[in-house]
């Protein structure tokens, strides 16, 4: 039991830093094609792209709705494992 325990945590923990990691280099790009469609958005708009600023901007607004709730959750969380931590510190979590 004890050595099926650690192993799922050790699983549990690797998978959560894949998906932090990945997680990040997603914001990156992101953050990255922000600034890049900030630079172009004037030629965008002269070239009569309006729909095109729209739908873009669009997407970036979903895009960081979705990032600050995820947020939101993990910071709702952290407290309960911080909680849980101190309770039981036998589970090494």
Do not use: C
Not at 63 to 69: A, F, H, I, K, P
Request: a positive charge.
């Amino acid at each position: 039991m004890h050595d099926a325990w650690h192993n799922g945590k050790r699983t549990v923990g690797h998978m959560w830093n894949h998906a932090v990691k990945w997680a990040g280099q997603i914001d990156h790009a992101i953050d990255i094609s922000k600034r890049v469609f900030g630079a172009l958005q004037p030629a965008i708009q002269d070239m009569g792209g309006g729909s095109i600023n729209r739908a873009v901007m669009g997407g970036i607004g979903r895009y960081e709705q979705g990032r600050n709730e995820i947020m939101g959750h993990h910071n709702q969380v952290q407290p309960q494992l911080s909680h849980l931590r101190r309770a039981a510190p036998e589970l090494d979590l």
